[in-house]
């Protein structure tokens, strides 16, 4: 006979896990969760990858709509002294000698926006059957200081527009207060600041053909130009020099708003018709904010320091723009050069000192089919070599008038070599992900 406690002992089941079976089920869990997070990632490093593709093709688009509208493609503009890096006044961009003088200085308001004279090589001495051929007369230095001209800040300057009536003749000066005044000035009816008025002939309102001169400047706003250099040789395509609306100041960290710059009458006179007619533009819309950058300056490193439109900076609506991809990088400007200070006049020199979009390294392919770059006969006269001596250009390089590109997931780039490997993974091409759209 079978006692009834027995029989529960028997039967009884386990109420839990055993410690194995709980390491089990852990194991399990996290391998699941670290495919799930793997998928995630690529997941979304594929769509940063469509996205800026899609964003570049828009730039790419938008710079085509702004040539129909004023004859050329944006200038480049920027900081001359990174064209000074490389020793002695290089090309068209010594300015007679001095170019240092031309930057304006990261505080003060537009910083990066100064124009990039187009290079213009001078002549070196070349063998008797060389002419023509562009790589005997162009130096290391030269070729090196070459890969500085190009821009981030063109893309929103031109494209976008986002600046006010003294950056590109469209837009209020300062904010408009909560109560609308009664008696708007003409500035001040300009919303939204999106967009710009023709920037004329050289294509930043006059500065490099007819640069603005402190004996124009209104009594009672000279002060404000602190820091500001005018009426003499080195202010040609600085910012300062457009011929547009007064700025409230050149020093950022002394701005105020003010409302002098929306009145035509306080302006330069010269400067009025840039300031009337048509407003052209927005090219790119930028439907996500977080494509759109500040730059705020320079990290003691020597980089430049971004912010995001969505960041809350409240000084953002004063720094230079650019539009940045989707790993929040500047994408970078290129074009082919032009003659003087006419951005509708291609450089048609064929005596050998004219360039191309295959002579900037960062934008040459890491790997590309053999029929796709140019041939070893043609490139050993017509491309220029990088640090390491490769002239591995392509054809459609050497076509294209304009280029974009994107330093890529890792943000990493170099732009004098085409290969070149750097960091903890030596076998990791720095500029093997860079993206580049070219057009027409």
Known sequence: MIRPQMLRKRTGRRNGFTLIELLVVIGIISMLVGLLVMGVGAATRRAQMANTRFLMSSLVQSTVRFKADHGYYPPVLGNPNDLLKYGQPLLGWSNQNSNLSRSTPPANIGFMRDMLMPPSNVLQS?????????????????????????????????????????????????????????????????????????????????????????????????????????????SVGQFSSRNLALPAAILQSTTTLREDGNDDLKCVVRSQPNLRGKVYGPYLELKDPSNFGGIKGLRATGELDIVRATDGDPMFDRYPKCVIDFWGNPIRYYRRGYTSFMPNSPDASNDGTKFDLADFFALRPSRAEESEFVSENEAKDQVLADADGDRSGTIRLRSAEFAFLSAGPDGKLDLERRITFSGPRKDVNVNEDNLVETGP
């Open 126 to 234: 070349v063998s008797s059957g060389q002419a023509g051929m562009k790589v005997p007369q162009w130096t290391g230095a030269e070729t090196q200081a070459l890969q500085q001209w190009h821009s981030i800040t063109s893309p929103a300057e031109y494209l976008v527009g986002s600046g006010d009536r003294s950056a590109d003749g469209y837009g209020i000066c300062g904010n408009l207060p909560d109560v609308m005044p009664a008696d708007l000035k003409p500035g001040q009816r300009e919303t939204p600041r999106e967009g710009i008025r023709s920037p004329g002939i050289d294509g930043v309102w006059g500065a490099a053909l007819t640069p603005m001169i402190a004996t124009e400047i209104p009594s009672g706003m000279s002060s404000n130009y602190t820091g500001a250099r005018m009426a003499n040789a080195a």
